[in-house]
């Protein structure tokens, strides 16, 4: 398969801290590419450690000079462990080989395609999935770059194909933090823009939530003539940036407003139902087999793709048909004695709030018991008073201690205990369990036949799963 411009004459890439998930997709990239991939990272197990043993991917635990033989073409360097002051990398800059940041790599494989890049705080990651997955059951043969541990039915998360578009999801977090503060998504230059929704996430990068806009505001700026900004017109915030550009916006969404309009929609166990209205013309019966609101807006903003690439809309519908969902989004894990296990990368209050009101459409008024595991300090502080609210609508919440992300080394006076007892302000039933052990011997007590348990957050609490399975179970 021919390589893209900056490829043509890379061989063999080393990927320092290759397991996280966007990572792990470039990894696969490159391999179907015919680039030989090596990679190091710690010894903590993540989601996509079966994905790179499935694909003979080998890596090394920790980050040293060594990790470099032989030695490589390139080096690709997450964010996270130092990001481009990883002493691996600065090894890499001592011994002449050319470092490239991951960011910076996906825009330089993204050339050459059609590129369609899904931002957002909530929803990047079944968006692209479902682009890709429409596109690839259209026979488009599309190359894509998700960042989540597999994808049904299209598997590894990443791959490059010989057809014209390539999905990627577009993050507007920093390159290198502290070193390059650049977005990451300034990189990617797209055809095609799919924005979710803007919230303020990132406070660890952005002083507030101006600059967050301000920096959505640049990377829309790169959308060509013939291009497209969808996005979604019930995020007030979105709207207000994205009406700036109204050259190349369509907009989507349950407002009656929207170009692609929801209209009717049926929620049932296993199925999602529900008909779009687009400038007098009603697309219906259109199915998914993913709970939410939010699905529908996922699978919305896939079907408009769909449309301004030319497909047919009985072929869109069939690919939104054939979508089975992702690793860590609303993932079905187990079911023991009656009670149902589930696992969600939520990690925002909005995502929290659409978790729970999805699973209220599946399963009704059956008891919901939610596991949160917050994600990193300077998030949990700056969201304090909107993670304490966004638990309504559960029965029973379980706050466990924050997962510190890899680049954060102040707790910021911060931790989930405090979490805990402001959540208790406008919940009923909130408990303070610091890990594993004590979350696990507390569902063992609590859980009772009928339940519906999920775990959130964007942390390790997914391998706790065999450990609360087997507890319930005995």
Not at 123 to 137: E, P, Q
Not at 367 to 385: G, M
Request: proline content about 4%; hydrophobic content about 40%.
């Amino acid at each position: 398969m021919k390589k893209p411009g900056f490829f043509k004459k890379i061989n063999r890439v080393h990927l320092t801290g290759i397991k996280g998930v966007g990572m792990t997709a470039l990894a696969c990239c490159l391999e179907d590419l015919g680039v030989k991939v090596s990679g190091s990272d710690v010894e903590e197990t993540f989601v996509t450690d079966k994905v790179l043993k499935e694909r003979k991917i080998h890596w090394k635990i920790g980050f040293s000079e060594k990790n470099l033989i032989p030695k490589p073409d390139l080096l690709i360097t997450t964010g996270a462990h130092g990001g481009l002051n990883n002493p691996e990398v600065v090894a890499a800059k001592n011994l002449g080989i050319p470092v490239l940041t991951h960011a910076q790599a996906l825009g330089e494989l993204m050339k050459g395609k059609r590129g369609i890049s899904v931002c957002g705080v909530g929803g990047k990651t079944t968006t692209s999935s479902m682009i890709a997955t429409v596109l690839d059951k259209g026979g488009r043969k599309p190359s894509y770059a998700i960042g989540v541990g597999e994808i049904n039915p299209l598997g590894f998360p990443g791959c490059y194909a010989p057809g014209g578009e390539f999905i990627a999801e577009a993050d507007e977090y920093v390159n290198s933090p502290g070193v390059d503060n650049r977005p990451r998504f300034i990189f990617q230059d797209p055809k095609i823009i799919v924005v979710t929704n803007i919230e303020y996430d990132h406070p660890d990068a952005y002083p507030d939530f101006a600059a967050t806009k301000n920096a959505f505001r640049s990377f829309f700026q790169k959308i060509p003539a013939d291009g497209l900004l969808l996005a979604c017109a019930d995020n007030r915030n979105t709207l207000e940036v994205a009406l700036e550009f109204s050259e190349v916006l369509q907009t989507y969404g349950f407002s009656p407003r929207a170009d692609w309009s929801v209209d009717k929609v049926y929620f049932g166990q296993g199925q999602t139902l529900f008909n779009l209205s687009h400038r007098g013309v009603i697309v219906e019966d259109i199915r998914i087999r993913v709970p939410g609101r939010f699905n529908v807006l996922n699978a919305t903003a896939a079907f408009a793709v769909g449309a301004f690439l030319g497909m047919n809309f009985s072929v869109i519908k069939k690919g939104l048909e054939d979508f089975g969902g992702t690793k860590r989004r609303f993932e079905f894990i187990g079911e023991t004695k009656g009670i149902r296990l589930y696992d969600d990368y939520a990690h925002h209050p909005t995502e929290i709030k659409q978790v729970i009101a999805a699973t209220r459409q599946w399963f009704g008024e059956k008891r919901l018991i939610i596991v949160f595991q917050p994600h990193t300090y300077s998030r949990t502080k700056a969201l304090l008073e909107e993670f304490a609210k966004s638990f309504s609508g559960t029965d029973l919440v379980v706050i466990s201690e924050i997962y510190a992300s890899a680049r954060e080394k102040d707790n910021l006076g911060i931790n989930g205990k405090i979490l805990a007892e402001k959540v208790a302000r406008y919940h009923p039933k909130v408990f303070y369990k610091a890990g594993e052990e004590e979350i696990v011997e507390f569902l063992k007590k609590e859980a009772k036949e009928g339940d519906i348990i999920f775990t959130m957050g964007a942390g390790n609490i997914f391998l706790w799963h065999k450990t609360i399975l087997k507890a319930l179970k005995n």
